[in-house]
């Protein structure tokens, strides 16, 4: 649990106490806690926690304290659920239009008796919610436009939730009975990092538009629109937002190419289909003249316009159909291509598993290495490892991998680049690595000058390999720090420095838009899944569709080497 998720669901169970007429002073203990949790400069809650560091942050009481060490352990919080159970759902609603806080809904449930959303907005409409005390008619043209809003806005979840419901939503699909095809397009197919609303395109054996009416009354469904005769736009009642396109089987390959995007793709190619004499209208591909032409598949459809087949991680109108005209797109790096992972936490500092069953989770994955980079000193809130750990940690490896065939554990390390842009450790201690990934944990605050400086002093360390999740960026919940990346990426490239590409869906740092510079400037892209258990060293997969989108090829990405030739790369750093 992350301290931007933590203190969420802080303040949403003070909201929703004090939306429950609980003690004021009770739900502004959660606020502040919310607020300290906000306030700490490290993500790293479970050891703030074990090193009892939690409990003495001030703001922070037995009543919260217990919340959050349920976040910690469960990631779910026990009290929030019962809370939410207990509170009818069109005021949940009702606390997230903007300009509506818990006062006014106090005000509107006790003056009109109002409980839902549809109830607020013809209260608002009709008149009657503009002659409440301290209300008024500008308050209640607030209050419609703020419900117009959140109507729009579908919640935002990060690639692997959406991917996960996105496939559950397919199987329900695929198992009707009018359904001969059915597959995923939109932003899961191109495997952005954000995702709002799923896409999936249907061909059915007859009547499109009734197989999608049929979907719009299942259950859990809250609202459904029709957007064009057999498309609809479903939303559940847990936020969840389905774009489902119902076609005629020939329709099927165009109708999936255009429902998978992005829409600047679909321009350039629907123009670069006219200046051949073609136009793609609706769900067919037709000659200016009017005749259709056939086509069996997306690959066909390409064909037809002259274009090598665009795979979808690249369909974000860039220069993809450019680069296909000249048949220049390349051969984008595979999961297969992986030969093994580099930044990975075992139990001697964050991590929740020894070594050893890493490295056979790392082995069953069909991968040959698996290095262990754990925190170094300074890291004292995630149990970076002192001297002493270090030469435990390396003894312990040694051991391992002399029961080992063909399968290799690294000496790794993921040090703290320090504010100054010295890497944690003196030098014989990092002479001891076989690698080091540089990153940084603490002072995210400096302004970009400074931050820029540390990172550069730090690339002129000849032990650095690796810089690890260089933007520190945390998706939908913190901004990357002020740093200019592109003079970071020139950099590394001249010093022969790694950049990762962070596979935690949470971070996905390198971005994918600053691949293709880094691929310029020559630096290699390790993809790293920053396991701290087995179970994550499957982020890699989800790190390979971002390289994918950021057009690299496998022998851009530091990992699809072999053990060897990744120590050779970073004995090359080290002799220069
Ligand atoms: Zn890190
Ligand atoms: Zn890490």
């Given at each position: ?162 991917a996960?419901?996105a496939q559950?939503?397919l199987?329900?699909i695929r198992?009707?009975?009018?359904i001969i095809r059915a597959e995923i397009a939109g932003s899961v197919r191109r495997r952005r ?6 896409d999936i395109v249907a061909a059915c054996?007859?009547?499109p ?36 396109h119902c076609v005629l089987p020939e329709e099927f390959p165009i109708a999936w190419w255009r429902a998978t995007g992005s829409a600047t793709h679909v321009d350039d190619v629907r123009a670069h289909a006219a200046a051949r004499g073609l136009a793609v209208s609706g769900d067919s591909l037709t000659e200016l003249?009017?005749g259709a032409i056939a086509i069996e598949n997306e690959e066909g459809f390409f064909s037809a316009l002259g274009l090598a087949f665009i795979p979808p991680e690249l369909r974000e109108g860039a220069r993809e159909v450019e680069a296909a005209t000249r048949g220049a797109i390349p051969s984008l790096v595979e999961y297969a291509d ?203 997969a989800?790190?390979i569709g971002?390289a994918r989108k950021g057009w690299l090829e496998a ?22």
């Open positions: 649990m992350d301290s931007r998720s933590a203190a969420h669901v802080l303040s949403q169970i003070g909201a929703l106490v004090e939306l429950q007429g609980g003690n004021r002073f009770k739900a502004r203990a959660y606020e502040s806690a919310a607020k300290a949790i906000l306030g700490l400069d490290t993500d790293d809650l479970g050891h703030l926690n074990r090193s009892g560091e939690l409990e003495k942050v001030s703001g922070i009481g037995p009543a919260t304290l217990s919340v959050i060490r349920d976040l910690i352990e469960t990631g779910e919080s026990r009290y929030f659920d019962q809370l939410r159970q207990a509170t009818p759902e069109g005021l949940l609603e009702m606390l997230r239009v903007p300009g509506l806080g818990i006062g006014r809904i106090h005000v509107i449930r006790e003056g009109l008796g109002i409980q839902t959303l549809e109830e607020l907005e013809e209260a608002a409409r009709d008149g009657r919610l503009a002659r409440l005390p301290r209300f008024g008619p500008k308050t209640a043209e607030k209050i419609l436009k703020g419900i117009a809003f959140l109507r729009e806005t579908v919640a935002l979840s990060l690639y692997p939730q959406a996960e419901e559950r939503l199987a329900g198992r009707h009975p009018e990092e954000i995702i709002g609303d799923i054996r007859a009547a538009a009734e197989v999608a009416a049929s979907f719009t009354r299942s259950p859990g469904v809250r609202r459904a629109t029709s957007t064009g005769e057999a498309s609809v736009t479903i939303r559940y009642v847990d936020g969840t937002c389905l774009d489902l003249t009017g992986i030969q093994g992972v580099l930044h990975c936490h075992s139990r001697y500092s964050d991590g929740t598993t020894g070594i050893a069953e890493l490295a056979a989770a790392a082995q069953a994955r069909g991968w040959s290495y698996l290095g262990i980079s754990d925190h170094s000193e300074s890291a004292f809130y995630a149990g970076g490892m002192k001297r002493e750990a270090v030469a435990e940690q390396h003894d312990e490896i040694d051991r391992i991998n002399a029961t080992l065939t063909g399968f290799r554990v690294l000496k790794g390390i993921e040090a703290d680049i320090l504010a100054d842009g010295r890497i944690d450790y003196d030098e014989q201690t990092l002479d001891r690595f076989d690698y080091v990934i540089g990153s940084i944990h603490s002072r995210f605050s400096m302004d970009g000058t400074q931050m820029t400086d540390r990172v550069l002093a730090a690339l002129d360390d000849p032990h650095l390999s690796i810089l690890g999740h260089p933007t520190g960026r945390l998706l939908l919940s913190r901004e990357p720090y002020a740093i200019d990346i592109d003079a970071v990426i020139e950099k590394a490239g001249d010093r022969g420095v790694a950049i990762e590409l962070n596979a935690d869906p949470h971070r996905l740092d390198l971005d994918w838009r600053l691949c293709p510079a880094a691929k310029r400037n020559g630096v290699m892209i390790e993809i790293g899944p920053d396991a701290h258990s087995p179970r994550g060293l499957d982020y890699v989800i790190g971002i022998g851009d990405v530091l990992n699809t080497l072999s053990a060897d030739d990744v120590l050779a790369h970073a004995a090359r750093r080290r002799a220069r």
